[in-house]
């Protein structure tokens, strides 16, 4: 961070330097303050795709999914072939409950960028039926195994089909990851009931 916190006291402004800064406070999880730099980087370039799209995967992290579907429709008239952008209006539109729209934002994410880990994620979270979630949910843990988000839903979608052996494998591996996590230690309770 020292980097450009000495790059932005020669050239204030610079909105390179606003990014970057942002980056590392993101980085950080300090999401305020990364997203108070990438604002700033497009009030002085109103065109910085890449600020706009810190603008967007942080108002989601802030739970800012009104604000956050706004920045992402800004990004799709930008570039309608990003597959981080329709991966964000997925997300933003699931968030608020609309699940046919965001259904259709997370099939686009698919065609254009489908190794996204998080994209599966949100897939399965769509998905009503138990055997499809576990199919996309396990495409996404062989892209990265260790999202947590993704081995909580394997768990949580494997106990609800009575796969109670394979759903404590995998509450094994996210134990492992995080042990204190909240979610975590709620499926120890959820995995060792008897059924």
């Known amino acids: 961070m020292a980097f450009f916190d000495k790059a932005l006291s020669a050239i204030p402004d610079h909105p390179d330097f606003l990014v970057g800064k942002g980056d590392v406070l993101f980085a950080m999880g300090r999401y305020a303050e990364a997203l108070q730099h990438y604002q700033k980087a497009v009030t002085h370039d109103p065109e910085n795709y890449k600020a706009w799209l810190q603008i967007g995967v942080t108002l989601l992290k802030l ?3 009104d604000d956050a579907l706004e920045v992402f429709r800004k990004l799709r008239s ?3 072939y990003d597959g981080e952008v329709w991966l964000g209006l997925g997300i933003s539109l699931l968030s608020l409950g609309q699940k046919t729209e965001a259904g259709d934002a997370l099939k686009n994410a698919m065609r254009f960028k489908p ?3 998080a994209l599966y994620y949100y897939l399965a979270l769509n998905e009503q039926d138990d055997d499809q979630a576990l199919r996309l949910l396990l495409r996404g843990y062989r892209i990265d195994s260790s999202n947590l988000d ?3 839903e394997l768990v949580t979608r494997l106990v609800r089909s009575g796969r109670k052996a394979d759903a404590a494998a995998f509450y094994r591996k996210a134990k492992a990851i995080d042990p204190g996590n909240p979610r975590v230690v709620e499926l ?3 995995t060792t009931k008897k059924t």
């Open 150 to 152: 993704i081995i909580v």
């Open 63 to 65: 739970e800012r999914f």
């Open 115 to 117: 190794n996204q880990p």
């Open 188 to 190: 120890g309770d959820v």
């Open 78 to 80: 930008m570039n309608e």
